[in-house]
């Protein structure tokens, strides 16, 4: 789960992370009241989507007045927002948080995020700092430094003093940072983050360290320990269908294919995903069921993938392991009785019950086409959808 910037600084602060103060608006009036609570002859005006780049796209500026502050507001809030994270549709932009200026000396970049590879918390960081951090990745990355935290010891002094180094602060900064870096990990580590970026973390004219921007990723999964971050949720930012799926437990994303896909298990999914593509074919989805799913989840995980307009196929591929196919099969033909199923179905059933999840499908008088096996399967649907194509 995602969280706007403003929200990301406010679960900052409850751990002393140093950020810039500031107050979120909905109008150009609250905007210029922000402004004016806040203080100062400096503001920054920062559209709140979730989607980074916002600089780049025009949705990050600098307010010298009151009448600059309200402007830019205008300008802001209902505005389509498009960066290089949004794709071209862009996203809508709702609010704005007006935030004090600070005097920079210097920016730096800093991340925190969980290496699926290690099942470690790992720092990542780098003197180049700001806008341009994907090209220092791309084309500097003897530039970018990474330091991995031992679950079992957690952070330790060397750890923060070697991203000092790296970063080639400033001695009497040093204290500064392993407070800061501290501060971090505990939020980390207390709120289930899959991922923290602060870019950039700055240097101040008066010589202090300050998160000017942050981006929290919460483990969906964790999200029943802690409901003070699940109430920070934006629906508006997220796809109507993602929501719809997570109301019923199940685990998609919409993509930009026609072919739908409905897997048990995150691994089955993604390389049912590639064989599709493999057999020339494009998904539309990535969708696990889950291997506990009952009928009437694998009921609302069909009724899910036909609401999608691009889907002119399904692809079925189930395990059943923990999950009988016997469920399976008739969540498939309640789901296809209850839309008037229109497009090519093509399922492919291994496991548990097999061979009565077969009959049934066979015997349901719905259009239903077998497949042998994982290839089989792929090659069928994407055939079937061309053919509907032409």
């Known amino acids: 789960m995602n969280i706007h910037e403003y929200q990301a600084k406010q679960v900052l602060a409850r751990y002393h992370v140093p950020v810039p103060q ?7 009036a609250e905007a210029v009241s922000a402004a004016q609570g806040l203080g100062g002859k ?33 300008q802001m809030i209902g505005m389509t927002l498009v960066t290089h994270q949004t794709g071209p549709e862009g996203k809508l932009v709702k609010r704005v948080y007006v935030e004090q200026g600070t005097g920079i000396k210097k920016e730096l970049y800093l991340s925190a995020l969980i290496d699926r590879s290690t099942s470690r918390v790992t720092f990542i960081a780098s003197e ?15 530039k970018i430094i990474c330091t991995v935290i031992d679950p079992a010891a957690g952070i330790q002094p060397f750890h923060a003093r070697k991203l000092a180094f790296g970063l080639n602060l400033p ?16 939020a980390i580590i207390d709120t289930d983050a899959s991922q923290l970026e602060i870019n950039p973390l700055v240097i101040t004219n008066d010589g202090d360290l300050v998160a000017l921007d942050a981006k929290f990723d919460f483990d969906d999964n964790a999200l029943f320990r802690h409901p003070d971050i699940h109430e920070l949720r934006d629906p508006d930012e997220e796809d109507p269908l993602e929501q719809k799926a997570s109301k019923f437990g199940l685990s998609y994303v919409k993509m930009d294919g026609n072919i739908g896909c409905m897997v048990n298990g995150a691994g089955l999914a993604m390389a049912t995903m590639d ?58 033909i309640t789901a296809a009785r209850e839309v008037n199923l229109h497009v090519p179905l ?17 015997s349901s008088g719905l259009a239903i086409v077998a497949a042998d096996n994982l290839a089989d399967a792929a090659e069928k649907i994407v055939k079937a959808v061309k053919r509907k194509a032409a």
């Open 22 to 28: 500031g107050q979120v608006a909905y109008t150009p």
């Open 42 to 74: 400096l503001w920054v005006v920062k559209a709140q989507i979730h989607a980074g780049g916002r600089g780049k796209g025009g949705g990050v500026k600098l307010a010298k007045t009151l009448d600059e502050v309200e402007q830019l507001a205008k």
């Open 128 to 142: 180049e700092g700001g806008v341009e951090i994907e090209e220092v990745a791309e084309h500097h990355p003897e």
């Open 171 to 186: 001695k009497e900064l040093h204290g500064k940072f392993d407070h800061f870096i501290n501060a971090l990990y505990r």
């Open 275 to 332: 064989i599709i593509k493999l057999y020339g074919g494009t998904p539309a989805n990535f969708l696990d069921v889950g291997g506990g799913a009952n009928r009437e989840k694998v009921t609302e995980a069909f009724k899910l993938i036909l609401s999608d307009p691009n889907v002119e196929g399904i692809l079925v591929n189930i395990f059943g392991g923990i999950m009988r196919c016997d469920i399976i099969a008739e969540g498939i």
């Open 346 to 362: 093509v399922v492919r059933l291994e496991g548990t019950n097999v061979d009565l999840g077969k009959k049934m499908l066979s």
